[in-house]
């Protein structure tokens, strides 16, 4: 039931998110902006600044358009934060706080259902003894990556425009 509810609401902010984008010309916005590749940084376990990094990648798709914006999460360090559910606090005591609550988790789906991809720190998950399948939400093996700083550099090298919020 909490899965369908999460769907649920991650469907609906995708709905809302499609209805306001096209509020604003699609054609306009697509000639003012073009293409754009983006990669968003969070390595930090603010809970509130972390939804609002959210909000802000919602309102990048809103005025680009899902489909002329490439978006990318990097999480690293304390950033897995926003992905570690709060019920691994207890395996997992190297970590402040678990932020992967109903707000979080709604806010992660409706994003992925719009493209974005979150990527995963292999070191820290390795350092911090974190269980990718168990202690994260909604990830797997295809979301991680070797080194989280490291692939900031390599998306930077390949054209993405580094935010963090």
């Known amino acids: 039931m909490k899965t369908f509810t999460h769907l649920f609401t991650a469907l609906f902010l995708t709905v809302i998110g499609l209805i306001s984008s096209t509020t604003a010309s699609a054609e306009d916005s697509s000639s003012r902006y073009g293409h754009q590749k983006v990669v968003y940084h969070i390595n930090y376990d603010d809970a509130k600044k972390q939804f609002s990094t959210l909000r802000n990648i919602q309102n990048h798709i809103n005025a680009v358009g899902a489909d002329n914006v490439d978006i990318r999460v990097v999480l690293h360090g304390n950033g897995l934060s926003l992905l570690l559910k709060p019920d691994a606090l207890k395996r997992v ?55 989280g700083v490291a692939e900031l550099a390599y998306l930077q090298g390949l054209g993405y425009t580094y935010l963090r919020p």
């Open 93 to 147: 005591p190297r970590f402040k706080t678990a932020n992967a609550v109903d707000k979080i988790t709604q806010r992660v789906d409706a994003l992925k259902l719009q493209g974005v991809h979150f990527n995963v720190c292999n070191n820290t998950l390795k350092g911090r003894d974190v269980n990718l399948e168990e202690d994260l939400y909604d990830a797997n093996q295809d979301d991680v990556v070797p080194s």
